[in-house]
């Protein structure tokens, strides 16, 4: 017989005790960190950490400027987790840093923690992207319609939109002559200091007319190379297949077009995973899909891949699916946004950001008539951060978490349906979910089995059923087991302990809609609390995410504060004038450019100081503290470069934009 010794036994266990010491103990690796305009995101891989006892805070501040504030609440995806009906190997911390201003450079502090051993703090630097601009006037041309010929200058034009994208260079800033035009393709880039851009000399005078082409109206790019840094702005692109076909885009700038007559609106038709930043804003995109419809129809209103993606302030309807990025190549989109936008008459779902991984933001969209508001069907790992969205008449779920979604943030939405408001199968798992506003005529959620050992957070959710909430007529159904209403909801001691009980009169203008298949009118409510609702100053307070939107430091339920303004939902045109100014928040448009005389400024410029100057520096005009909407006349200038100086008093930013006088 062999003996061990004392001492093999003590080396054994000292070995064994070092193995099991590496699984549980977290070992960092990459940080991913992606930008859009107005959002950072931060996706943290790991190994080890087998216990899932690790935590990331993410805290970030101006840079230079002191002190730091905290992120938004992270995600954890680990090994095991079933996702789509396989297991996962991926094993990371993601989160997001919100409500940034575009251009600026901001100190990122990333705190990994395990008790177990292992942690780490790092430090970054990341700017937000920049707004994209017109190019430089040095190289302005003009298009006018016809077919072939022409060398640019305003007395010999190229004739027709293919023969201008055949000779354009990077910093080529087309202005397109009122007129109708062929569907044509680019196949040239620009760069992040040019790029190539055709504008509508007057919005929406400029017609691209495809002819009832199986094909795209307008082609960016091919199938075997990247097309990059292109603009697209004011057209009116109408009767094909794709309004817009985008082969292997990134750098792409879609804004105030309206696209009509057409199957997709914005399509990003290879998907070989080259897609990236792309910036579809402020259009009207009007589809042919005739609604309630059944089935699944296969059109969307913009269908797009891959990372830092932007899309906002877009009316759409009429489509088989509003925005969608469920496609191949799967578990590749990092960082995504969709905002603002007004969706409408969609038969299957409104929004859906099937296929992400970490980091899409889904926030303050209004949505109307369709089957399902958010599909996250599925999210592989998160978070996906669904907020401040208002879902009105859905057929069966507000959030539909499908195909066992894994990273769920769903806090401050209004929905409201005439049957269930929220309904999705077993296999969801890991959620948020905080201050909901949740209007229904049957089941205010009816969910079913849950996922072993899923993390689901769930509370101060704000509810009402227009059922009896009684035997056979409950409010609710959770891991398929019923509760009748609010309070024995609370008391059951496993979910929303804090909820409250509401109806249709605490907000302005509320009702239920009567039947799945009446056209409903987003001009016919107003969701906002009133005073002494129920839901009023009763929500939970959330790191970050209710950042900008309180006043008085309570967030109230649902998607809408009590007393603020509703904000702009979908497309803004004004073509009134010879150019056009719209500030936001975070967004300045002017268009068309060169002007002629004179220029209106709209939108919210209450905290924005405006001046013009010419090119010397020297001030022209001061314009702070206008009423809007109003004129700058400047028919007593002279021709030549002139800027517009706007600056953000709320956010210490400067935008500065060129414009073109003409005599």
């Not at 101006?62 to 996962?88: C, F, K």
């Amino acid at each position: 017989m062999t003996h061990i010794s004392k001492l093999s036994l003590i080396a054994f266990f000292l070995v064994l005790s070092s193995y099991v010491q590496s699984q549980v103990a977290v070992t960092p690796g990459i940080v991913r960190i992606d930008a859009t305009y107005n959002h950072i995101s931060i996706n943290y891989s790991i190994t080890g950490d087998a216990d899932n006892d690790s935590e990331l805070n993410i805290r970030y501040r101006l840079s230079g400027t002191t002190p730091y504030e905290q992120g938004a609440m992270t995600m954890r995806a680990y090994p095991g987790l079933v996702i789509d009906g396989n297991t996962t190997s991926k094993n990371f911390h993601a989160g997001s840093i919100l409500f940034l201003a575009p251009g600026i450079t901001y100190d990122i502090e990333c705190e990994l923690l395990d008790p177990d051993g292992g942690s780490l703090t790092t430090m970054h630097t990341v700017s937000t992207k920049d707004i994209p601009v017109v190019p430089s006037s040095a190289n302005v041309k003009y298009v006018s319609p016809g077919n072939g010929g022409g060398i640019g200058t305003q007395a010999s034009p190229y004739l027709g939109l293919q023969s201008a994208a055949d000779n354009a260079q990077p910093g080529d800033h087309f202005i397109v002559a009122t007129g109708t035009y062929d569907a044509f393709t680019i196949l040239i880039s620009g760069n992040l200091s040019d790029p190539i851009s055709f504008i509508s000399e007057v919005q929406h005078g400029a017609v691209i007319d495809g002819d009832g082409t199986d094909r795209g109206v307008v082609t960016l790019g091919e199938f075997s190379s990247i097309l990059s840094h292109i603009i697209i702005n004011g057209f009116v692109i109408e009767d094909g297949k794709w309004g817009i076909d985008a082969q292997n885009t990134q750098h792409v700038t879609i804004r105030n077009n309206v696209i009509q007559e057409v199957e997709y609106g914005y399509l990003n038709r290879r998907a070989n995973g080259n897609e990236s930043d792309q910036y579809i804003t402020n259009n009207l995109i009007l589809g042919t899909t005739i609604w309630p419809g059944s089935g699944i129809p296969g059109e969307r209103g913009i269908d797009l891949r891959g990372n830092n993606n932007v899309v906002s302030y877009n009316t759409i309807r009429d489509f088989g699916d509003g925005i969608s990025t469920d496609g191949p190549p799967y578990e590749t989109s990092y960082s995504l946004d969709i905002h603002n936008n007004d969706i409408q008459n969609i038969v299957d779902d409104l929004i859906e950001v099937d296929g992400m991984i970490s980091n899409s933001r889904v926030y303050e969209n209004r949505c109307y008539n369709g089957r399902a508001g958010v599909s996250l069907a599925p999210i592989f790992g998160g978070p996906a951060y669904v907020f401040r969205n208002i879902f009105y008449n859905l057929e069966n779920s507000a959030f539909k978490m499908n195909r066992g979604p894994s990273g769920m943030v769903v806090v401050h939405n209004t929905a409201v349906a005439e049957g269930n408001a929220m309904s999705s199968p077993n296999g969801w798992q890991n959620t948020f979910y905080r201050n909901n506003v949740i209007l229904s005529a049957r089941y205010c959620f009816e969910f079913f089995g849950l996922v072993s050992g899923s993390d689901d957070n769930w509370d101060y959710g704000a509810y009402y059923s227009s059922r009896a909430g009684g035997s056979g007529t409950e409010w609710f159904k959770w891991d398929n087991l019923r509760y009748a209403d609010v309070p024995v909801l609370n008391n059951s001691g496993i979910i929303e302990s804090n909820a409250i009980a509401v109806t249709p009169s605490d907000f302005d203008d509320m009702a239920l809609p009567t039947a799945y298949t009446i056209e409903y009118d987003p001009m016919e409510n107003d969701f906002r609390p009133i005073l002494n609702s129920a839901g009023l100053d009763n929500g939970d307070n959330i790191s970050l995410i209710n950042e900008p939107y309180l006043t008085d430091g309570l967030p109230d339920m649902g998607a809408l504060e009590f007393g603020q303004a509703v904000p702009r939902y979908g497309h803004l045109f004004d073509i009134s004038t010879d150019a056009h100014i719209v500030m936001s928040d975070d967004c300045i448009e002017i268009f068309p450019n060169p002007f002629t005389d004179r220029v209106v400024l709209d939108g919210d410029i209450s905290d924005f100081t405006i001046e013009v100057l010419d090119s010397s520096g020297q001030m022209v005009a001061d314009f702070s503290g206008s009423s809007v909407p109003f004129e700058i006349v400047l028919s007593s200038l002279g021709s030549g470069l002139y800027f517009v100086n706007v600056i953000s008093n709320l956010h210490n930013q400067l935008s500065v934009h060129k414009i073109i006088k003409e005599q």
